[in-house]
């Protein structure tokens, strides 16, 4: 129904590779793991660093001398 299975509910798995592991998604491949071993996953930075108000110009968050301001249409809260 779904393709072949690797695995068992009842059991881990474990897989041994020499570098990267791939994940076919279609006709694409995904790394999941980078040079590192780490999660190879984007987080969009969410936080910035102001200098002054002038520089709280898009929405998002940022933090001005020590102060967090939400920024949204531009108004600040």
């Not at 980078?34 to 190879?40: F, I, P, V």
């Not at 969410?46 to 110009?57: F, K, P, Q, R």
């Amino acid at each position: 129904m779904f393709g072949n299975e690797i695995g068992s509910l009842n059991e881990n798995l474990v897989l041994v590779t020499a570098g990267k592991i791939k994940i076919r998604y279609g006709k694409k491949y995904i790394d999941l793991l980078d040079d590192k071993g780490n999660l190879n996953v984007k987080i969009p930075n969410v936080l910035s660093l102001a200098s002054s108000e002038d520089d709280m110009t898009k929405n998002g968050f940022y933090l001005l001398n020590n102060n967090l301001f939400a920024v949204y249409d531009g108004n600040q809260y």
